[in-house]
């Protein structure tokens, strides 16, 4: 635009134009007298600097383009406007032109023109000019980007999975959504010109109330509900959109997204129907109504719309409405047994390596028997859903019955200490086919990938070309390792006792502060600068994660109270040996209590009296109690070493006991070295008996009890610094350390024992409850990186290059259809809803409706329906997959039927027949509806 001016809707000399004279002298900025229009004053008309802008405000205050100005040499104007300048009201017109140009013979010249208008309801003039400038912005933010307006990401393909009561929605096709990226040239919340680029970051799914509930919907609630969302695990996590209100005229923001920021999902199971009031559990055969959104996000400073929702499906159309209906499974396919519902998975088995990412593990009984049997197991088998990746059965009845080899790509390299590098890429063979499916990506972030083949590469899959699960598979950092996180590697902390009515074992649970012996976690930020001993040791775990394992009971020995100023600490005070068991070499551990004497661990008996003067034999804190060892009914040898593990003297004739348990590495399959402690200062507390025995004292008025120190070290297996521990050896490479210098080991020595230490737990007994009257199981889970290898030990002839490998089957999880027995079973399922039948069911659409259902049936099935005196009033054949049939209750003839019982026959081709009886009340007609 080069000119724009204004006239009165009269004929003075700033008036209508009454000539052709007149209109060109406007479109140079020049009044009907050819003077031209001048900056500043009351209306533009007089001596002053000429213009080419009429009442520009402050929009040409700076450079001054209207008077002659450039960006190098700027003509600064004061603001004017008419109000500022007192113009006098009237009826205005304005007149706008471009050029002059000089136009060649034969050429183009396109001349784009925008006209906004706003109108302010209240407020007055001025609150119109603000809503026009708003305009303005917008038709100058769609000029700049050529009119072309910016689109979210599209939103993926949908499979919606039914199941009895429970919907799965599955995302596909999720790599359209997924990659989007576009720019868009807008304004800030300063109203300065910038460009924002927009990249996928959700999705959004909601509930519709009907099939015709629409996008522009679904901020209102009567019609959509969010139900589920999922978005980038980053750093965002609330979007708020500001939206101008004309009523308030300022922007409000819209909260547009809470995000969960746990990685994107391809699978979300619904359960529950938002818009039911009471029982929301979904309800069989009911058709519900879902869509799904995908949206972007700008950070983009001060930008005012950052959430970007898309407008299309993945493929250019309009975005769908999805139906779902929940049934019961049985009765299709020929009869089916699922083998599992949704979230479902298989039993896991480890082949190589190590690690967990960030899952709470659990090994199967057999393979913790024969651990028990063994020392080690270097193939360890999970339980169904608890392996060492995520592997999710998300539409159960399409899982097959297949053996499976899931590995991690060997061809990346690893870190000095094997972590496996995040940019690593996985993938999973069917073993009875032969075919591969490779990650979309690396595992670097969280990203559910549904397991589909394609077989014939034309982008459609069929239902025999879904594996009915999927696999998230992603790197974490060890425990430890971040420490801004509250849980910082923490996964899981529970203990069980078999009989709850007899919980006979107890714990010294950490307590904060200063000259509390009980104050033994020592993670976190506590400080006392008068009383340093009782400081927690700093930049090791900020934010207290450790403190909390099973609410304090448990440790790593890294955070254990060392300093021997203070009567009960658990720790060496030896900074150096105890920095040498660092978060890194934690693992999820399982630690047994029992009275099963078949299971208990032989192990060394340290000392943990402070003071050598007053202990056993002057042993000092740490080294092993010096006292003949012990069988495991508590028994003295005859001080000759025996291999027998029933004597007393198995291995050691001083120093070692009995722990009544024993603990096992469940992510590497290793049965786990036990040491436990004792004070022999504290006789009246067990204290000498070479025994794990404590009493249920604390304190006796002054005096530090904790039980008699019984205090229990769960020891792993490092490889450095060395030397490194052997399997599972019934504590005789620690013993063979610990013994060294007639008991009296050097610092060295007891470095390179302590270096193992894992955990650390402070026990007591529970008064009025028998010692070791049930079981105790214990767990404790935190977070491990994929590395190779087993523990410290690579496998001899590795088929992976010891980079982590899996084997699973889904024998106990597939999907068993055409079978007979399930075939019969489904015919008992058969029903009709609702019965009796009351003039209302909630399947009937409107108010001229009448519906009632017949559910569970099979894809085939002749449906007659009689009245008592054998009367057939209509007959249906049944020949699709839907599972339910609706009656509308009308006869063959499309008449209503009376109210009444009626009989129900259905036959089932090769399966067998059934029966049914059902009442119904008809509503007379309401003819308000009419």
Not at 419 to 426: E, G, M, Q
Request: with cysteine.
């Amino acid at each position: 635009m080069s000119k724009f001016v204004y006239y009165n809707n009269d004929f003075s000399i700033t008036g209508n134009p009454e000539n052709a004279q007149h209109v060109y002298n406007y479109l140079r900025a020049r009044w009907k007298d050819n003077t031209p229009m001048v900056y500043d004053g009351q209306d533009g008309y007089g001596p002053g600097t000429p213009t080419d802008y009429i009442f520009p405000e402050s929009s040409d205050q700076i450079v001054g383009w209207g008077t002659g100005g450039t960006p190098s040499t700027p003509q600064v104007q004061a603001p004017w406007d008419e109000t500022t300048a007192g113009n006098t009201p009237a009826d205005r017109r304005f007149l706008q032109s471009a050029g002059a140009f000089t136009l060649e013979p034969g050429a183009v010249n396109n001349i784009t023109v925008g006209a906004v208008w706003a109108r302010a309801t209240s407020g007055g003039p001025r609150k119109s000019v603000e809503l026009l400038k708003l305009a303005d912005d917008k038709a100058q933010s769609l000029f700049d980007n050529c009119f072309r307006l910016v689109e979210g990401p599209r939103s993926p393909d949908v499979n919606m999975v039914e199941l009895p009561n429970e919907l799965v929605i599955e995302l596909n096709s999720t790599n359209v959504p997924e990659n989007y990226q576009d720019s868009v040239k807008t304004t800030n919340s300063l109203g300065q010109p910038i460009t924002a680029q927009y990249n996928f970051q959700g999705y959004q799914i909601y509930q519709l109330k009907n099939a015709n509930v629409t996008q522009v919907d679904l901020d209102n609630p009567d019609l959509a509900r969010l139900v589920a969302q999922v978005d980038v695990e980053d750093q965002t996590t609330q979007i708020v959109n500001r939206y101008f209100d004309a009523t308030v005229a300022d922007y409000i923001p819209v909260e547009e997204v809470n995000g969960e920021n746990k990685g994107i999902k391809h699978t979300f199971s619904v359960t529950d129907d938002a818009f039911a009031s009471g029982a929301t559990r979904l309800v069989n055969h009911k058709t519900y109504y879902y869509m799904v959104i995908a949206y972007g996000f700008s950070s983009a400073t001060g930008i005012l719309e950052p959430y970007l929702p898309g407008k299309k499906n993945f493929d250019g159309k309009a975005i769908q409405v999805h139906a779902g209906i929940p049934h019961i499974n049985v009765p299709k396919e020929g009869g089916t047994d699922l083998g599992a519902g949704y979230a479902g998975g298989p039993k896991l088995k480890r082949i190589e390596g190590q690690g967990n990412g960030g899952l709470v593990l659990d090994l199967t009984p057999e393979t913790e028997d024969l651990i028990l049997q063994n020392g080690f197991v270097r193939e360890p088998v999970y339980t169904n859903g608890k392996g060492p990746v995520a592997i999710k059965v998300i539409d159960p009845i399409r899982v097959p019955k297949a053996d499976f080899v899931l590995k991690l790509d060997s061809n990346k390299s690893a870190s000095p200490t094997g972590i496996v590098d995040a940019t690593t890429k996985w993938s999973i063979t069917n073993l009875n086919t032969n075919e591969t499916i490779y990650s979309d990506g690396d595992i670097t972030i969280p990203n559910e990938q549904i397991l589909l083949f394609d077989k014939d590469g034309n982008g459609k899959i069929t239902p025999d070309e879904r594996w009915g699960f999927s696999v998230n598979w992603v790197q974490v950092p060890n425990a430890g390792s971040d420490t801004a996180s509250a849980t910082n590697g923490v996964l899981e902390s529970t203990i069980k006792f078999d009989d709850v009515s007899r919980q006979w074992l107890g714990f010294i649970r950490d307590e904060e502060g200063s000259f509390d012996p009980r104050n033994w976690i020592r993670s976190g930020t506590y400080k006392d600068a008068a009383a340093p001993e009782w400081n927690d040791y700093p930049a090791l775990d900020n934010l207290g994660a450790f403190e909390n394992m099973l609410d304090g009971a448990f440790a790593p020995y890294r955070v254990a109270a060392r300093d021997n100023t203070i009567l009960g600490t658990p720790a060496w005070n030896n900074a150096a040996s105890q920095a040498l068991a660092s978060f890194g070499k934690l693992a999820s551990i399982e630690l047994v209590i029992t009275p099963d004497k078949t299971k208990w661990t032989r192990c060394p008996v340290v000392e943990l009296n402070n003071d050598p003067a007053t202990s056993e034999g002057a042993a000092k804190k740490m080294d092993v109690r010096q006292r003949p060892s012990v069988d495991k009914n508590g028994n003295p040898g005859d001080g000759v070493v025996s291999n027998d593990p029933n004597d007393a003297d198995f291995i050691s004739p001083k120093g070692m006991g009995w722990f009544p348990g024993y603990a096992i590495n469940v992510e590497t399959g290793e049965r786990l070295t036990i040491m436990f402690g004792e004070n022999s200062f504290l006789t009246q507390d067990n204290g000498r008996d070479m025994k794990w025995n404590p009493t249920s004292r604390v304190f006796n008025g002054n005096n530090v009890i904790m039980g008699g120190m019984h205090y229990v070290y769960i020891m792993g297996r490092n490889s450095q610094p060395s030397p490194v521990a052997p399997l599972f050896d019934n504590g005789a490479h620690l013993m063979s350390l610990l013994s060294q210098n007639n008991y009296a080991p050097s610092d060295q020595i007891k470095r390179s024992v302590y270096k193992d230490a894992m955990y650390v737990t402070m026990p007591i007994a529970v008064d009025g409850k028998e010692w070791l009257s049930n079981n105790v199981r214990i767990r404790l889970r935190v977070a491990k990186a994929y590395s190779l290898n087993y523990s410290v030990d690579a496998a001899g002839n590795p088929v992976n290059d010891n980079y982590p490998q899996y084997t699973f089957n889904t024998d106990d999880i597939f999907a068993n259809s055409n079978n007979g027995d399930a075939a019969k079973r489904g015919l008992d399922l058969i029903n009709i809803v609702p019965n009796p039948y009351y003039a209302f069911s909630a399947y009937e659409r409107n108010q001229l409706d009448n519906r009632v259902k017949i559910t569970n049936l099979p894809q085939k099935a002749t449906i007659s329906i009689f009245t008592l005196n054998g009367t057939l009033i209509r007959r249906f054949k049944k020949d699709d997959p839907l599972t339910s049939l609706d009656w509308d209750l009308k006869n063959q003839t499309a008449i209503p039927i009376a109210s009444g019982l009626y009989i129900i026959h259905i036959d089932v081709p090769g399966v067998g027949e059934k029966v049914l009886k059902w009442f119904g009340v008809m509503r007379p007609i309401d003819l308000d509806t009419f």
